[in-house]
Nanobody, 123 residues
Framework: QVQLVESGGGSVQAGGSLRLSCTAS????????MGWFRQAPGKEREGVAR????????YYYPFAKGRFTISLDSANNQVFLAMNKLEPEDPAMYYC????????????????WGQGTQVTVSS
């Protein structure tokens, strides 16, 4: 069982930046992928970014490309999401995930989920 704990959420003005952190209770190499999903009230849960732990290859949902960056710190079993140029459409609960992953952002492929960290963007 892998436990994930997120931090770094908060409130920021549109155009601002936040950096989310997620610490895993075990080595990140126990899973193929770590990543981030988000869910806003009344909306479907959607993928944000994922990263292949073995090689560090990163994949992004279209809205995140060019604005968000996912990265790993394997020594500390952490994954980060740097979010720049935040927009009024970005507020949501952001969840750290880990699991077998695979192609696309199918939530069912991620066996482990954190409790989430809230991101708010004011215009």
């Amino acid at each position: 069982q892998v436990q994930l704990v997120e931090s770094g959420g908060g409130s920021v003005q549109a155009g601002g930046s936040l950096r989310l952190s997620c610490t895993a209770s075990q080595s990140i190499y126990m899973v193929n992928y770590m990543g981030w999903f988000r869910q806003a009230p009344g909306k479907e849960r959607e993928g944000v970014a994922r990263i292949y732990t073995q090689l560090g290859a990163a994949y992004y949902y279209p809205f995140a490309k060019g604005r968000f960056t996912i990265s790993l710190d394997s020594a500390n079993n952490q994954v980060f999401l740097a979010m720049n140029k935040l927009e009024p459409e970005d507020p949501a609960m952001y969840y750290c995930v880990a699991g077998s992953g695979g192609r696309g952002f199918d939530p069912s492929l991620y066996q482990y989920w954190g409790q989430g960290t809230q991101v708010t963007v004011s215009s």
